[in-house]
Protein backbone atom coordinates (compact mmCIF):
# COMPACT_ATOMS: atom_id res chain seq x y z
CA UNK A 1 0.00 0.00 0.00
CA UNK A 2 1.44 3.54 -1.06
CA UNK A 3 1.98 5.81 1.62
CA UNK A 4 1.49 9.86 1.49
CA UNK A 5 4.84 11.51 1.96
CA UNK A 6 4.57 15.03 0.86
CA UNK A 7 8.55 16.06 1.14
CA UNK A 8 8.10 19.00 2.26
CA UNK A 9 11.79 20.64 2.53
CA UNK A 10 12.80 22.08 5.85
CA UNK A 11 13.43 25.79 6.81
CA UNK A 12 11.41 28.90 6.57
CA UNK A 13 8.74 29.36 4.12
CA UNK A 14 9.93 31.87 2.09
CA UNK A 15 13.38 30.08 0.93
CA UNK A 16 11.90 26.33 0.94
CA UNK A 17 11.96 26.54 -2.87
CA UNK A 18 14.85 28.20 -3.33
CA UNK A 19 17.20 26.26 -0.78
CA UNK A 20 15.14 22.90 -2.01
CA UNK A 21 16.00 24.15 -5.76
CA UNK A 22 19.82 24.02 -4.94
CA UNK A 23 19.92 20.52 -3.36
CA UNK A 24 18.15 18.52 -6.00
CA UNK A 25 20.16 15.99 -8.49
CA UNK A 26 21.00 17.81 -11.87
CA UNK A 27 21.77 14.98 -15.33
CA UNK A 28 24.42 16.23 -17.74
CA UNK A 29 23.63 17.45 -20.94
CA UNK A 30 25.10 14.09 -22.75
CA UNK A 31 22.47 12.36 -20.32
CA UNK A 32 19.59 13.81 -20.95
CA UNK A 33 20.02 12.58 -24.88
CA UNK A 34 19.48 9.40 -22.97
CA UNK A 35 16.23 9.93 -21.20
CA UNK A 36 12.79 9.71 -22.40
CA UNK A 37 9.75 12.02 -21.17
CA UNK A 38 5.87 11.62 -22.52
CA UNK A 39 3.47 15.00 -21.62
CA UNK A 40 0.18 13.96 -22.06
CA UNK A 41 -2.06 17.37 -22.67
CA UNK A 42 -1.22 20.59 -24.29
CA UNK A 43 -2.55 23.26 -22.41
CA UNK A 44 -0.30 25.87 -20.74
CA UNK A 45 1.08 23.11 -18.30
CA UNK A 46 1.38 20.74 -20.61
CA UNK A 47 2.81 22.75 -23.28
CA UNK A 48 5.40 24.48 -21.18
CA UNK A 49 6.71 21.27 -19.71
CA UNK A 50 6.98 20.06 -23.03
CA UNK A 51 9.08 22.65 -24.16
CA UNK A 52 10.89 23.58 -21.21
CA UNK A 53 12.26 19.76 -20.88
CA UNK A 54 12.59 19.64 -24.50
CA UNK A 55 15.18 22.45 -24.14
CA UNK A 56 16.77 21.42 -21.72
CA UNK A 57 18.00 18.09 -24.00
CA UNK A 58 15.67 15.37 -23.08
CA UNK A 59 13.78 13.44 -25.43
CA UNK A 60 9.77 14.66 -25.20
CA UNK A 61 6.84 12.87 -26.47
CA UNK A 62 3.77 15.44 -25.90
CA UNK A 63 -0.05 14.13 -26.92
CA UNK A 64 -2.78 15.70 -27.18
CA UNK A 65 -6.64 14.43 -28.22
CA UNK A 66 -7.17 17.35 -30.30
CA UNK A 67 -5.61 18.60 -34.17
CA UNK A 68 -3.46 21.12 -32.71
CA UNK A 69 -1.83 21.71 -29.27
CA UNK A 70 -3.59 25.68 -29.87
CA UNK A 71 -6.93 23.82 -28.92
CA UNK A 72 -6.50 23.17 -25.25
CA UNK A 73 -9.24 24.64 -22.94
CA UNK A 74 -6.15 27.00 -21.65
CA UNK A 75 -7.68 28.91 -24.50
CA UNK A 76 -10.78 29.80 -23.30
CA UNK A 77 -9.05 31.49 -20.44
CA UNK A 78 -10.43 35.32 -20.06
CA UNK A 79 -9.86 37.38 -17.59
CA UNK A 80 -6.33 37.43 -16.57
CA UNK A 81 -3.16 36.07 -14.91
CA UNK A 82 -1.83 36.73 -11.82
CA UNK A 83 1.70 37.94 -10.49
CA UNK A 84 3.09 39.52 -7.16
CA UNK A 85 4.68 42.19 -8.96
CA UNK A 86 2.96 45.19 -7.13
CA UNK A 87 3.51 47.26 -10.30
CA UNK A 88 0.52 49.39 -8.79
CA UNK A 89 2.45 49.97 -5.47
CA UNK A 90 -1.13 48.85 -3.52
CA UNK A 91 0.70 46.99 -1.09
CA UNK A 92 0.93 43.84 -2.91
CA UNK A 93 3.98 41.05 -2.13
CA UNK A 94 4.93 37.42 -2.52
CA UNK A 95 2.99 36.48 0.90
CA UNK A 96 0.10 38.64 0.08
CA UNK A 97 -0.32 36.27 -2.69
CA UNK A 98 0.24 33.63 -1.15
CA UNK A 99 -1.98 34.37 1.66
CA UNK A 100 -5.12 35.25 -0.37
CA UNK A 101 -4.80 31.95 -2.00
CA UNK A 102 -4.80 30.10 1.02
CA UNK A 103 -7.55 32.35 2.68
CA UNK A 104 -9.34 32.02 -1.01
CA UNK A 105 -8.81 27.89 -0.59
CA UNK A 106 -10.32 28.19 3.00
CA UNK A 107 -7.23 26.99 4.69
CA UNK A 108 -7.91 23.34 2.86
CA UNK A 109 -4.14 23.69 0.45
CA UNK A 110 -0.80 22.92 1.92
CA UNK A 111 1.33 26.02 2.70
CA UNK A 112 4.75 25.00 1.10
CA UNK A 113 2.84 24.54 -2.31
CA UNK A 114 1.03 27.97 -2.65
CA UNK A 115 3.93 29.95 -1.43
CA UNK A 116 6.17 28.57 -4.11
CA UNK A 117 3.05 29.24 -6.81
CA UNK A 118 3.37 32.64 -5.90
CA UNK A 119 6.58 33.09 -5.56
CA UNK A 120 7.06 32.18 -9.52
CA UNK A 121 3.91 33.64 -10.39
CA UNK A 122 6.76 37.00 -11.82
CA UNK A 123 8.95 34.68 -13.40
CA UNK A 124 5.94 33.67 -14.91
CA UNK A 125 4.68 37.10 -16.27
CA UNK A 126 8.73 37.67 -17.62
CA UNK A 127 8.40 34.89 -19.40
CA UNK A 128 4.90 35.26 -20.89
CA UNK A 129 6.47 39.02 -21.85
CA UNK A 130 9.49 37.85 -23.64
CA UNK A 131 7.23 35.39 -25.53
CA UNK A 132 5.25 38.02 -27.03
CA UNK A 133 2.30 37.66 -25.08
CA UNK A 134 0.88 41.12 -25.98
CA UNK A 135 -0.81 42.07 -21.84
CA UNK A 136 -2.19 45.18 -21.87
CA UNK A 137 -0.24 48.59 -21.49
CA UNK A 138 -0.84 51.88 -20.31
CA UNK A 139 -0.44 55.00 -22.39
CA UNK A 140 3.69 55.17 -21.54
CA UNK A 141 3.94 51.33 -22.28
CA UNK A 142 3.86 50.08 -19.01
CA UNK A 143 2.10 46.97 -17.72
CA UNK A 144 -1.21 47.35 -15.99
CA UNK A 145 -3.04 45.49 -13.70
CA UNK A 146 -6.89 45.24 -12.48
CA UNK A 147 -8.36 43.37 -9.99
CA UNK A 148 -10.38 39.88 -8.96
CA UNK A 149 -12.37 38.20 -6.92
CA UNK A 150 -11.16 37.83 -3.39
CA UNK A 151 -8.37 40.24 -3.04
CA UNK A 152 -8.01 44.05 -2.61
CA UNK A 153 -5.30 44.38 -4.99
CA UNK A 154 -4.84 44.65 -8.69
CA UNK A 155 -2.25 42.15 -9.60
CA UNK A 156 -3.98 40.62 -12.24
CA UNK A 157 -2.16 41.22 -15.97
CA UNK A 158 -4.77 40.44 -18.68
CA UNK A 159 -4.73 40.37 -22.62
CA UNK A 160 -8.43 42.22 -22.99
CA UNK A 161 -10.89 39.35 -22.23
CA UNK A 162 -8.51 36.55 -24.21
CA UNK A 163 -5.87 35.92 -21.83
CA UNK A 164 -5.40 32.09 -22.32
CA UNK A 165 -5.75 31.96 -25.93
CA UNK A 166 -2.92 34.75 -26.18
CA UNK A 167 -0.67 32.88 -22.93
CA UNK A 168 -1.21 29.88 -25.30
CA UNK A 169 0.20 31.46 -28.58
CA UNK A 170 3.01 32.25 -26.70
CA UNK A 171 3.49 28.95 -25.08
CA UNK A 172 2.91 27.06 -28.39
CA UNK A 173 5.76 29.44 -29.89
CA UNK A 174 8.42 27.83 -28.10
CA UNK A 175 6.33 24.33 -28.17
CA UNK A 176 6.65 25.15 -32.08
CA UNK A 177 10.55 25.70 -31.70
CA UNK A 178 11.41 23.02 -29.69
CA UNK A 179 9.42 20.41 -31.88
CA UNK A 180 11.63 22.08 -35.08
CA UNK A 181 14.57 21.80 -33.20
CA UNK A 182 13.78 17.61 -32.67
CA UNK A 183 13.79 17.27 -29.22
CA UNK A 184 10.28 17.07 -29.13
CA UNK A 185 7.82 15.04 -30.63
CA UNK A 186 3.88 15.97 -31.27
CA UNK A 187 1.29 13.16 -31.39
CA UNK A 188 -2.03 15.22 -32.12
CA UNK A 189 -4.84 13.02 -32.23
CA UNK A 190 -3.92 10.61 -29.90
CA UNK A 191 -6.03 9.66 -26.41
CA UNK A 192 -4.42 7.94 -23.41
CA UNK A 193 -6.36 4.87 -22.86
CA UNK A 194 -4.14 3.49 -19.90
CA UNK A 195 -1.11 3.62 -17.94
CA UNK A 196 1.68 1.17 -17.89
CA UNK A 197 3.65 0.55 -15.33
CA UNK A 198 6.73 -1.45 -15.02
CA UNK A 199 8.34 -2.34 -11.86
CA UNK A 200 5.93 -0.10 -9.78
CA UNK A 201 6.95 2.65 -12.18
CA UNK A 202 5.58 4.76 -14.90
CA UNK A 203 7.31 4.14 -18.03
CA UNK A 204 4.52 4.55 -20.90
CA UNK A 205 0.75 4.77 -21.78
CA UNK A 206 -1.34 2.90 -24.32
CA UNK A 207 -2.68 5.39 -26.97
CA UNK A 208 -5.82 5.27 -29.65
CA UNK A 209 -4.81 7.52 -32.74
CA UNK A 210 -8.33 8.95 -32.96
CA UNK A 211 -7.77 9.42 -37.05
CA UNK A 212 -7.31 5.41 -37.85
CA UNK A 213 -8.27 3.70 -34.70
CA UNK A 214 -5.01 1.97 -34.02
CA UNK A 215 -3.89 1.48 -30.81
CA UNK A 216 -0.18 2.51 -30.03
CA UNK A 217 2.63 1.62 -27.21
CA UNK A 218 4.50 4.81 -26.00
CA UNK A 219 7.35 4.15 -23.38
CA UNK A 220 10.07 7.11 -21.15
CA UNK A 221 11.19 6.87 -18.39
CA UNK A 222 8.67 9.50 -17.06
CA UNK A 223 5.60 10.32 -17.34
CA UNK A 224 3.67 13.84 -16.80
CA UNK A 225 -0.11 14.22 -16.59
CA UNK A 226 -1.50 17.78 -17.95
CA UNK A 227 -4.79 17.01 -18.74
CA UNK A 228 -6.77 19.53 -17.24
CA UNK A 229 -10.04 19.60 -14.91
CA UNK A 230 -13.17 17.45 -14.97
CA UNK A 231 -15.77 20.14 -14.25
CA UNK A 232 -18.10 18.43 -17.38
CA UNK A 233 -18.57 15.70 -15.17
CA UNK A 234 -21.69 18.02 -14.55
CA UNK A 235 -22.35 18.03 -18.68
CA UNK A 236 -23.11 21.28 -18.69
CA UNK A 237 -19.95 23.70 -17.71
CA UNK A 238 -17.63 26.39 -18.86
CA UNK A 239 -15.04 23.85 -19.92
CA UNK A 240 -14.59 22.55 -23.59
CA UNK A 241 -17.01 19.87 -24.56
CA UNK A 242 -14.21 17.54 -24.82
CA UNK A 243 -12.48 18.18 -21.34
CA UNK A 244 -12.29 14.98 -19.51
CA UNK A 245 -10.58 12.87 -16.67
CA UNK A 246 -10.34 9.93 -18.25
CA UNK A 247 -6.10 10.14 -18.37
CA UNK A 248 -6.22 11.07 -14.80
CA UNK A 249 -8.75 8.04 -13.88
CA UNK A 250 -6.36 6.07 -15.69
CA UNK A 251 -3.80 6.64 -13.55
CA UNK A 252 -5.73 6.26 -10.62
CA UNK A 253 -6.94 3.24 -11.08
CA UNK A 254 -3.05 2.12 -11.77
CA UNK A 255 -2.33 2.99 -7.87
CA UNK A 256 -2.16 7.36 -8.12
CA UNK A 257 -4.20 8.41 -5.01
CA UNK A 258 -7.02 10.98 -6.05
CA UNK A 259 -7.44 13.91 -3.91
CA UNK A 260 -10.39 16.03 -3.00
CA UNK A 261 -12.16 14.97 -5.37
CA UNK A 262 -15.70 16.80 -4.38
CA UNK A 263 -13.83 20.24 -4.69
CA UNK A 264 -15.24 21.55 -7.75
CA UNK A 265 -15.38 25.52 -8.36
CA UNK A 266 -18.63 26.82 -9.04
CA UNK A 267 -18.41 30.09 -11.93
CA UNK A 268 -20.52 32.78 -10.52
CA UNK A 269 -20.96 34.38 -14.20
CA UNK A 270 -21.81 32.30 -16.75
CA UNK A 271 -24.32 32.83 -19.51
CA UNK A 272 -27.91 30.85 -18.33
CA UNK A 273 -28.34 27.91 -19.54
CA UNK A 274 -30.88 28.89 -22.68
CA UNK A 275 -32.45 25.53 -24.08
CA UNK A 276 -32.53 22.04 -22.74
CA UNK A 277 -30.38 21.29 -26.11
CA UNK A 278 -27.38 22.99 -24.87
CA UNK A 279 -23.94 20.47 -24.98
CA UNK A 280 -21.95 23.57 -23.17
CA UNK A 281 -22.22 26.95 -21.09
CA UNK A 282 -20.05 29.69 -21.70
CA UNK A 283 -17.99 32.04 -19.61
CA UNK A 284 -18.42 35.54 -18.67
CA UNK A 285 -14.79 36.56 -17.29
CA UNK A 286 -14.65 37.24 -13.45
CA UNK A 287 -13.13 40.46 -14.69
CA UNK A 288 -16.28 42.26 -15.40
CA UNK A 289 -16.76 42.07 -11.77
CA UNK A 290 -14.28 45.24 -12.28
CA UNK A 291 -17.31 47.07 -13.76
CA UNK A 292 -20.16 45.38 -13.69
CA UNK A 293 -22.41 45.57 -10.51
CA UNK A 294 -24.69 42.76 -9.62
CA UNK A 295 -27.92 43.17 -8.76
CA UNK A 296 -31.74 41.49 -8.49
CA UNK A 297 -35.15 43.41 -7.69
CA UNK A 298 -36.30 43.99 -4.77
CA UNK A 299 -39.79 42.23 -5.65
CA UNK A 300 -40.09 38.87 -6.07
CA UNK A 301 -40.98 37.50 -9.63
CA UNK A 302 -40.37 40.86 -11.46
CA UNK A 303 -40.78 40.63 -14.86
CA UNK A 304 -39.61 44.44 -15.63
CA UNK A 305 -37.48 45.21 -18.17
CA UNK A 306 -34.57 45.85 -15.96
CA UNK A 307 -33.94 49.11 -17.53
CA UNK A 308 -36.88 50.63 -16.03
CA UNK A 309 -36.68 49.08 -12.61
CA UNK A 310 -35.42 52.35 -10.68
CA UNK A 311 -32.13 52.24 -8.31
CA UNK A 312 -34.27 52.44 -5.32
CA UNK A 313 -36.02 48.81 -6.17
CA UNK A 314 -32.58 47.36 -6.94
CA UNK A 315 -30.71 45.24 -4.52
CA UNK A 316 -27.04 45.17 -5.36
CA UNK A 317 -27.13 41.91 -2.57
CA UNK A 318 -23.36 41.83 -2.88
CA UNK A 319 -22.48 45.19 -2.48
CA UNK A 320 -25.45 44.91 0.63
CA UNK A 321 -23.68 41.50 2.28
CA UNK A 322 -19.73 42.02 2.02
CA UNK A 323 -19.41 45.75 2.05
CA UNK A 324 -15.42 45.35 2.22
CA UNK A 325 -15.08 43.49 -1.16
CA UNK A 326 -18.59 43.95 -2.88
CA UNK A 327 -19.00 42.28 -5.88
CA UNK A 328 -15.06 41.17 -6.23
CA UNK A 329 -15.75 38.38 -3.52
CA UNK A 330 -14.52 35.02 -4.46
CA UNK A 331 -16.13 32.63 -6.40
CA UNK A 332 -17.76 30.64 -3.84
CA UNK A 333 -19.29 32.92 -2.23
CA UNK A 334 -20.63 34.95 -4.87
CA UNK A 335 -22.29 31.64 -6.43
CA UNK A 336 -24.00 30.84 -3.85
CA UNK A 337 -25.54 33.86 -2.80
CA UNK A 338 -26.93 34.29 -6.38
CA UNK A 339 -28.36 30.90 -6.01
CA UNK A 340 -29.80 32.19 -2.75
CA UNK A 341 -31.54 35.33 -4.29
CA UNK A 342 -32.63 33.00 -7.20
CA UNK A 343 -33.74 30.08 -4.44
CA UNK A 344 -35.62 33.08 -2.56
CA UNK A 345 -37.56 34.22 -6.04
CA UNK A 346 -35.90 37.07 -6.71
CA UNK A 347 -34.03 35.70 -9.73
CA UNK A 348 -34.73 37.50 -13.61
CA UNK A 349 -34.82 36.38 -16.78
CA UNK A 350 -37.54 33.69 -18.50
CA UNK A 351 -36.64 30.52 -16.01
CA UNK A 352 -35.97 32.83 -13.07
CA UNK A 353 -32.50 31.26 -13.04
CA UNK A 354 -30.00 34.52 -13.39
CA UNK A 355 -29.40 37.77 -11.64
CA UNK A 356 -28.27 40.85 -13.76
CA UNK A 357 -24.64 42.16 -13.91
CA UNK A 358 -25.19 45.82 -14.83
CA UNK A 359 -22.32 48.29 -16.66
CA UNK A 360 -24.87 51.04 -16.71
CA UNK A 361 -22.56 53.24 -14.28
CA UNK A 362 -19.16 51.94 -15.50
CA UNK A 363 -20.11 53.14 -18.66
CA UNK A 364 -21.69 56.58 -17.47
CA UNK A 365 -18.29 57.06 -15.40
CA UNK A 366 -15.83 56.01 -18.03
CA UNK A 367 -17.69 56.39 -21.24
CA UNK A 368 -18.51 53.63 -23.39
CA UNK A 369 -14.95 53.66 -25.22
CA UNK A 370 -13.22 52.73 -22.17
CA UNK A 371 -15.27 49.82 -21.05
CA UNK A 372 -14.77 48.22 -25.16
CA UNK A 373 -11.03 48.57 -24.83
CA UNK A 374 -11.29 46.17 -21.39
CA UNK A 375 -14.02 43.74 -22.47
CA UNK A 376 -15.44 44.70 -25.85
CA UNK A 377 -14.57 40.71 -27.36
CA UNK A 378 -16.07 39.29 -24.01
CA UNK A 379 -19.67 42.07 -24.90
CA UNK A 380 -20.37 40.83 -28.32
CA UNK A 381 -19.45 37.09 -27.17
CA UNK A 382 -22.25 38.03 -24.73
CA UNK A 383 -24.54 39.39 -27.77
CA UNK A 384 -23.81 36.82 -30.42
CA UNK A 385 -25.35 33.94 -28.00
CA UNK A 386 -28.26 35.59 -25.95
CA UNK A 387 -29.07 39.08 -28.80
CA UNK A 388 -29.01 41.39 -25.69
CA UNK A 389 -26.61 44.43 -25.79
CA UNK A 390 -24.82 44.56 -23.06
CA UNK A 391 -23.86 48.20 -23.25
CA UNK A 392 -27.18 49.16 -22.93
CA UNK A 393 -28.94 46.68 -20.64
CA UNK A 394 -27.69 44.40 -18.18
CA UNK A 395 -25.93 40.76 -18.48
CA UNK A 396 -28.12 37.98 -17.51
CA UNK A 397 -25.69 35.36 -15.70
CA UNK A 398 -25.80 32.17 -13.63
CA UNK A 399 -23.19 29.82 -11.94
CA UNK A 400 -21.98 27.14 -13.55
CA UNK A 401 -19.56 24.26 -13.00
CA UNK A 402 -15.77 25.81 -14.01
CA UNK A 403 -12.89 24.11 -12.32
CA UNK A 404 -11.62 21.13 -10.23
CA UNK A 405 -9.69 21.77 -7.05
CA UNK A 406 -9.37 18.04 -6.30
CA UNK A 407 -7.24 15.63 -8.67
CA UNK A 408 -4.15 13.57 -8.53
CA UNK A 409 -2.64 14.01 -5.30
CA UNK A 410 1.27 15.35 -5.36
CA UNK A 411 3.76 15.66 -3.15
CA UNK A 412 6.08 18.77 -3.37
CA UNK A 413 7.85 17.44 -6.64
CA UNK A 414 4.74 17.27 -8.09
CA UNK A 415 5.09 13.34 -8.46
CA UNK A 416 2.08 10.88 -7.37
CA UNK A 417 2.03 8.20 -5.63
CA UNK A 418 3.48 5.86 -8.63
CA UNK A 419 7.12 6.67 -9.00
CA UNK A 420 7.53 8.18 -12.03
CA UNK A 421 4.34 9.71 -12.65
CA UNK A 422 3.71 13.48 -12.39
CA UNK A 423 0.45 15.18 -12.52
CA UNK A 424 0.54 19.16 -13.57
CA UNK A 425 -1.94 21.94 -13.62
CA UNK A 426 -5.37 21.60 -12.54
CA UNK A 427 -4.85 17.99 -13.37
CA UNK A 428 -3.32 17.87 -9.64
CA UNK A 429 -4.65 19.04 -6.05
CA UNK A 430 -2.09 21.51 -4.95
CA UNK A 431 -2.75 24.93 -4.98
CA UNK A 432 -6.22 26.31 -4.26
CA UNK A 433 -7.69 24.26 -1.16
CA UNK A 434 -10.91 24.05 -1.78
CA UNK A 435 -11.68 26.96 -3.84
CA UNK A 436 -9.42 28.65 -6.64
CA UNK A 437 -9.06 32.56 -6.95
CA UNK A 438 -9.46 33.94 -10.38
CA UNK A 439 -6.50 34.72 -12.09
CA UNK A 440 -4.63 31.79 -10.34
CA UNK A 441 -5.19 28.79 -12.93
CA UNK A 442 -3.02 30.46 -15.78
CA UNK A 443 -0.53 31.00 -13.10
CA UNK A 444 0.20 27.99 -11.24
CA UNK A 445 -0.30 26.06 -14.48
CA UNK A 446 2.20 27.69 -16.22
CA UNK A 447 4.67 27.57 -13.32
CA UNK A 448 4.29 24.07 -12.82
CA UNK A 449 4.96 23.27 -16.38
CA UNK A 450 8.10 26.30 -17.23
CA UNK A 451 9.57 26.65 -13.70
CA UNK A 452 8.72 23.53 -11.34
CA UNK A 453 8.70 20.67 -12.73
CA UNK A 454 11.96 21.18 -14.98
CA UNK A 455 14.15 20.75 -11.36
CA UNK A 456 12.22 18.26 -9.79
CA UNK A 457 11.46 15.62 -12.83
CA UNK A 458 15.59 15.65 -13.59
CA UNK A 459 16.28 15.21 -9.43
CA UNK A 460 14.31 11.99 -10.52
CA UNK A 461 15.70 11.35 -13.74
CA UNK A 462 19.28 11.29 -12.27
CA UNK A 463 18.49 8.24 -11.15
CA UNK A 464 17.37 6.60 -14.36
CA UNK A 465 20.62 7.32 -15.99
CA UNK A 466 21.63 3.76 -16.66
CA UNK A 467 18.20 2.51 -17.39
CA UNK A 468 18.11 1.64 -21.40
CA UNK A 469 15.17 2.77 -23.38
CA UNK A 470 11.88 0.82 -22.19
CA UNK A 471 11.07 -1.57 -24.35
CA UNK A 472 7.27 -1.69 -25.82
CA UNK A 473 7.31 -5.31 -26.35
CA UNK A 474 7.42 -5.89 -22.51
CA UNK A 475 4.45 -8.02 -21.09
CA UNK A 476 3.38 -4.94 -19.12
CA UNK A 477 2.46 -3.13 -22.66
CA UNK A 478 0.99 -5.80 -24.36
CA UNK A 479 -1.14 -6.50 -21.39
CA UNK A 480 -1.90 -3.01 -20.70
CA UNK A 481 -3.06 -3.01 -24.41
CA UNK A 482 -4.93 -6.24 -24.41
CA UNK A 483 -7.20 -4.45 -21.49
CA UNK A 484 -7.82 -0.85 -23.37
CA UNK A 485 -8.72 -3.01 -26.46
CA UNK A 486 -11.17 -5.49 -24.39
CA UNK A 487 -12.83 -2.25 -22.92
CA UNK A 488 -13.59 -0.94 -26.01
CA UNK A 489 -14.74 -3.91 -27.45
CA UNK A 490 -17.27 -4.21 -24.61
CA UNK A 491 -18.60 -0.64 -25.33
CA UNK A 492 -19.33 -1.73 -28.94
CA UNK A 493 -20.72 -4.75 -28.50
CA UNK A 494 -23.47 -3.52 -25.49
CA UNK A 495 -25.35 -1.92 -28.85
CA UNK A 496 -28.13 -0.77 -27.18
CA UNK A 497 -30.11 2.04 -27.17
CA UNK A 498 -28.87 5.49 -25.98
CA UNK A 499 -25.81 7.20 -26.63
CA UNK A 500 -23.25 8.21 -24.26
CA UNK A 501 -24.19 11.89 -24.54
CA UNK A 502 -27.62 11.34 -23.50
CA UNK A 503 -25.94 9.25 -20.14
CA UNK A 504 -23.82 11.86 -19.32
CA UNK A 505 -26.29 14.56 -19.60
CA UNK A 506 -28.45 12.43 -16.99
CA UNK A 507 -25.36 12.01 -14.86
CA UNK A 508 -24.49 15.83 -14.90
CA UNK A 509 -28.28 16.66 -13.65
CA UNK A 510 -27.48 14.50 -10.81
CA UNK A 511 -24.48 15.55 -10.06
CA UNK A 512 -25.61 19.59 -10.24
CA UNK A 513 -28.67 18.83 -7.68
CA UNK A 514 -26.76 16.97 -5.63
CA UNK A 515 -23.08 17.66 -5.82
CA UNK A 516 -23.00 20.82 -6.77
CA UNK A 517 -23.24 24.46 -5.36
CA UNK A 518 -25.48 23.04 -2.40
CA UNK A 519 -25.13 19.32 -0.75
CA UNK A 520 -26.73 17.24 2.53
CA UNK A 521 -26.27 14.05 3.50
CA UNK A 522 -29.50 12.91 2.11
CA UNK A 523 -29.09 14.50 -1.87
CA UNK A 524 -25.79 12.78 -1.47
CA UNK A 525 -26.84 9.68 -0.28
CA UNK A 526 -29.73 9.55 -3.02
CA UNK A 527 -26.94 11.10 -5.98
CA UNK A 528 -25.14 7.67 -4.82
CA UNK A 529 -28.04 5.59 -5.49
CA UNK A 530 -29.10 7.27 -8.64
CA UNK A 531 -25.64 7.14 -10.14
CA UNK A 532 -25.52 3.61 -9.61
CA UNK A 533 -28.52 2.90 -11.28
CA UNK A 534 -27.86 4.91 -14.34
CA UNK A 535 -24.22 3.00 -14.52
CA UNK A 536 -26.06 0.08 -14.68
CA UNK A 537 -27.98 1.13 -17.44
CA UNK A 538 -25.52 2.45 -19.54
CA UNK A 539 -23.73 -0.93 -19.36
CA UNK A 540 -26.83 -2.31 -20.64
CA UNK A 541 -28.33 -0.35 -22.85
CA UNK A 542 -25.48 2.11 -24.27
CA UNK A 543 -25.33 2.30 -27.88
CA UNK A 544 -22.35 3.18 -29.96
CA UNK A 545 -22.24 3.39 -33.53
CA UNK A 546 -19.73 2.24 -35.65
CA UNK A 547 -16.61 0.83 -35.50
CA UNK A 548 -13.04 0.68 -33.32
CA UNK A 549 -10.82 0.84 -36.12
CA UNK A 550 -12.00 3.93 -37.59
CA UNK A 551 -12.75 7.81 -36.66
CA UNK A 552 -15.14 7.36 -33.91
CA UNK A 553 -16.46 9.95 -31.47
CA UNK A 554 -19.00 8.26 -30.01
CA UNK A 555 -16.85 5.49 -29.29
CA UNK A 556 -14.30 8.24 -27.29
CA UNK A 557 -17.39 9.86 -25.87
CA UNK A 558 -18.94 6.40 -23.99
CA UNK A 559 -15.09 6.01 -22.56
CA UNK A 560 -14.99 9.53 -20.75
CA UNK A 561 -18.86 9.13 -19.76
CA UNK A 562 -17.97 5.22 -18.35
CA UNK A 563 -15.25 7.01 -16.38
CA UNK A 564 -17.17 9.96 -15.23
CA UNK A 565 -19.45 7.36 -13.66
CA UNK A 566 -16.64 5.86 -11.43
CA UNK A 567 -15.70 9.43 -10.59
CA UNK A 568 -18.92 10.58 -9.76
CA UNK A 569 -18.95 7.80 -6.65
CA UNK A 570 -15.63 8.94 -5.56
CA UNK A 571 -16.62 12.62 -5.29
CA UNK A 572 -20.41 11.63 -3.85
CA UNK A 573 -17.80 9.39 -1.49
CA UNK A 574 -16.20 12.33 -0.72
CA UNK A 575 -18.26 14.98 0.18
CA UNK A 576 -19.92 12.57 2.71
CA UNK A 577 -17.42 12.08 4.14
CA UNK A 578 -16.38 15.45 4.29
CA UNK A 579 -19.21 16.78 6.66
CA UNK A 580 -17.96 20.13 6.60
CA UNK A 581 -18.25 23.26 4.37
CA UNK A 582 -15.35 24.98 3.61
CA UNK A 583 -14.74 27.08 0.23
CA UNK A 584 -16.76 25.55 -2.62
CA UNK A 585 -17.84 22.50 -0.85
CA UNK A 586 -20.98 23.44 1.36
CA UNK A 587 -22.72 21.19 3.16
CA UNK A 588 -26.11 22.50 4.17
CA UNK A 589 -25.65 21.13 7.92
CA UNK A 590 -22.48 23.26 8.86
CA UNK A 591 -23.42 26.65 8.15
CA UNK A 592 -22.90 30.14 10.66
CA UNK A 593 -26.40 31.43 11.56
CA UNK A 594 -26.19 34.16 8.37
CA UNK A 595 -25.59 31.27 5.86
CA UNK A 596 -21.63 31.76 5.55
CA UNK A 597 -19.49 28.08 5.40
CA UNK A 598 -18.44 26.91 8.78
CA UNK A 599 -15.16 24.83 8.56
CA UNK A 600 -14.63 22.08 11.38
CA UNK A 601 -10.40 22.50 11.67
CA UNK A 602 -10.19 19.91 14.57
CA UNK A 603 -11.63 17.00 12.27
CA UNK A 604 -11.11 17.98 8.64
CA UNK A 605 -7.60 20.30 8.51
CA UNK A 606 -6.54 17.62 6.31
CA UNK A 607 -5.93 16.26 2.21
CA UNK A 608 -8.13 13.19 1.73
CA UNK A 609 -6.53 11.02 -0.55
CA UNK A 610 -8.47 8.48 -1.73
CA UNK A 611 -6.56 5.08 -3.12
CA UNK A 612 -8.54 2.78 -5.64
CA UNK A 613 -9.85 -0.17 -3.93
CA UNK A 614 -9.94 -2.32 -7.03
CA UNK A 615 -13.13 -2.80 -9.12
CA UNK A 616 -16.29 -3.49 -6.87
CA UNK A 617 -14.49 -2.76 -3.66
CA UNK A 618 -14.52 1.02 -1.33
CA UNK A 619 -12.18 3.22 -2.00
CA UNK A 620 -9.41 3.82 1.25
CA UNK A 621 -8.62 7.25 2.50
CA UNK A 622 -5.64 8.43 3.41
CA UNK A 623 -5.21 11.89 5.43
CA UNK A 624 -2.24 14.54 4.31
CA UNK A 625 -2.92 16.88 7.76
CA UNK A 626 -2.04 20.47 6.97
CA UNK A 627 -0.16 22.27 9.23
CA UNK A 628 -0.12 26.25 8.95
CA UNK A 629 3.44 28.00 10.48
CA UNK A 630 2.80 31.22 8.62
CA UNK A 631 -0.84 31.53 7.40
CA UNK A 632 -2.98 32.71 10.38
CA UNK A 633 -6.00 30.27 10.42
CA UNK A 634 -9.33 31.96 10.99
CA UNK A 635 -12.90 32.85 10.06
CA UNK A 636 -13.04 33.52 6.05
CA UNK A 637 -14.90 36.56 5.91
CA UNK A 638 -14.98 39.06 3.28
CA UNK A 639 -17.52 41.17 4.78
Known amino acids: MAQLNSKIPAGPLAEKWTKYKDSLKLVNPANKKKLDIIVV ?35 AAQGGINAAKNYQNDGDSVYR ?28 IDHYTALGVPFARDYGGTLINRSFGGVQVSRTFYAKGQT ?20 VKMFPRREMLDLVLVGGKARGIITRNLLAGDLERHSAHAVVLATGGYGTIYYLSTLAVGSNASA ?16 VQIHPTSVPQLNEFQSKLTLMSESLRNEGRIWVPKEKADKRHPNTIPEEERDYYLERRYPTYGNLVPRDVGSRAAK ?11 TGLAVYMDFRDAIKKQGKSAIESKYGNLFKMYQTITSINPYEEPMQIYPAGHYTMGGLWVDYNLMTTIPGLYAIGEANFSDHGANRLGASSLMQCTGDGYFILPYTI ?17 KEFEEAEKN ?32 GMVRNEAGLKKAAGLVSELKQEFWSDLKVPGRMDDINQDLEKAGRVADFFELADL ?12 GAHFREESQTPDGEAQRDDSRFSYVAAWEFGGDGNPHVLHKEPLEFKEAEVKVRSYK
Not at 52 to 68: I, P, R, S, W, Y
Not at 248 to 263: D, E, I, Q
Not at 489 to 502: F, M, R, V
Not at 571 to 582: F, G, P, Q, V
Open 41 to 75: GTGLSGASAASALGELGFNVKVFCFQDTPRRAHSV
Open 97 to 124: LFYDMIKGGDFRAREANVYRAAEVSNQV
Open 164 to 183: GQQCLIGVYSSLSRQINLGT
Open 248 to 263: AWKAHRKGAFFANPSL
Open 340 to 350: ERCDAGYGVGK
Open 458 to 474: TDYLADEIKTPRISTDL
Open 484 to 515: AKARLEKLISINGTQTASTFHKRLGKIMWDYC
Open 571 to 582: MITDALNRTESC
